[in-house]
């Protein structure tokens, strides 16, 4: 099952860069359902490798836990509810047919964001994210705006590369991206391995 959400997205690269807490380069190397947050909403958690930290503080070869909307979204409360206030009746059958049913509900189900999917397992990211307190991990700004995909060439793919901030980012080198997160942060370039 797909979702779509509204981002907030930043008008360009450097505010994206300043919204951020840090900027990382690593890989994904888990991925699992986050703890229930009570919204009936599901969230993931994955876990990142981080290779290269390009703003921010973070050990090089550590791993830091990124929350995101989506992963198996538990539907038992919808069939609670469903059972507790079936809403109206069903039409009768018409003459000669048995009245059928109502179609079971599944009661887990994947919700995945189309314009932001869930990380995978193998993925090489470079991510722009701010701490969030209140689930005690990072989150990446203005969602798919601060996820880009690195290639096996080392080529940076922004996920939302139609947004004019990030667009002409598609296809630069992963040393080019860290070096232009460290000028509009003011850090020294390149720390990569």
Do not use: C
């Amino acid at each position: 099952m797909t979702g779509t959400a509204t981002w907030a997205f930043m008008s360009t690269f450097e505010e994206l860069v300043d919204s951020s807490d840090l900027f990382v380069v690593g890989d994904v190397i888990d991925v699992a359902p986050a703890p229930d947050l009570g919204e009936r909403l599901p969230y993931s958690q994955s876990t990142i490798r981080v290779s290269t930290v390009a703003k921010g503080r973070s050990e090089t070869g550590g791993t830091i836990t990124v929350y995101q909307t989506g992963g198996i979204y538990d539907r038992s409360h919808a069939i609670e509810d469903q059972q507790k206030s079936p809403g109206p009746l069903p039409p009768e059958a018409p003459e000669g047919m048995e009245p059928q049913p109502p179609a079971s509900i599944a009661p887990f189900v994947l919700l995945e964001l189309e314009d932001n999917p869930l990380f995978r397992v193998g993925e090489h990211v470079a991510l722009a994210l701010r701490w969030d307190s209140t689930v005690s991990a990072y989150l990446v700004v203005a969602g798919p705006q601060g996820r880009f995909r690195v290639d096996a060439q080392e080529r940076v793919h922004p996920l939302a590369a139609q947004h004019p901030a990030v667009a002409p980012l598609d296809g630069i080198s992963l040393q080019e991206l860290v070096a232009r997160v460290s000028a509009a942060s003011g850090k020294a370039s390149w720390a990569g391995p």
